[in-house]
């Protein structure tokens, strides 16, 4: 069936071709001459409306086939979308998973545990305690970064990624913590040398000051 435009543009041509007729004349070889350019014309016309019907309608096939490819590559990719928010039980049941929870909890408890020992006794100043504690505030605050962000990529409908992305990104993750835990682990070995050497020191300086009958 053919299109409103195409319509409208036939309807075109026959008003053109009722303008080409000619009025009565005297002479009938002019009628002749005149007819002959009528039907020149006429096929001329013909012609081009056919032209228009085949640009027309090979116009409109065209758009209907890139709206129908359109709107399956929309569906095609929206589905892949919607698959990369969902998360696998290879993925959430990934070794590395439990390693990064144990290893926030071993930073959270060797840290702590620290603190404690060193914050009551009488090795270090306040001043120092006070730079210690910002030293371990910094080490757990990026361990709990890294732990919202496992929890966002185990959580389904959150972030969209490939299994093999996600697997990825839980490796950086393990490599980080590790890394905190290692750099805590650092700190704490310097911190309790730090002390033991102190306790020595004054403990040596103690018995000099006894021997030499003076009271420390």
């Known amino acids: ?58 116009l409109e096939q065209g758009y209907s086939r890139v709206k129908g490819i359109a ?26 998973v439990a390693e990064i929870i144990q290893y926030q909890q071993r930073i959270l408890g060797e ?8 914050s009551k006794g009488d090795s270090f100043t306040a001043a120092e305690l006070a730079y210690l504690a910002e030293m371990y505030e910094g080490l757990f605050k990026a361990s709990l970064r890294n732990l ?6 185990l959580t389904a409908g959150e972030l969209r990624m490939s299994d093999f992305e996600r697997l990825e990104a839980i490796d ?8 905190l835990l290692v750099s805590l682990r650092d700190i704490n070995t310097e911190i309790n040398s730090l002390g033991i050497q102190r ?7 103690k018995s000099i000051l006894e021997l030499n009958g003076i009271k420390p």
């Open 111 to 118: 840290y702590k545990s620290t603190y404690t020992k060193v």
């Open 71 to 96: 709107e399956g590559n929309f569906k095609l990719h929206e589905a892949f979308l919607n698959e990369l928010l969902k998360v696998s039980p290879e993925v959430r049941t990934y070794y590395r």
């Open 148 to 153: 919202d962000e496992l929890v966002l990529i």
């Open 199 to 205: 306790n020595r020191v004054r403990n040596e300086r």
């Open 1 to 58: 069936m053919m299109s409103g435009k195409i319509k409208q543009v036939i309807g075109l041509g026959m008003l053109l071709l009722g303008l080409l007729h000619p009025s009565p004349g005297n002479s009938q070889t002019h009628e002749a001459t005149q007819l002959l350019l009528n039907y020149e014309k006429l096929m001329q016309l013909k012609e081009i409306l056919d032209q228009m019907h085949k640009g027309y309608f090979v």
């Open 172 to 179: 950086r993750l393990h490599v980080e913590m590790s890394g």
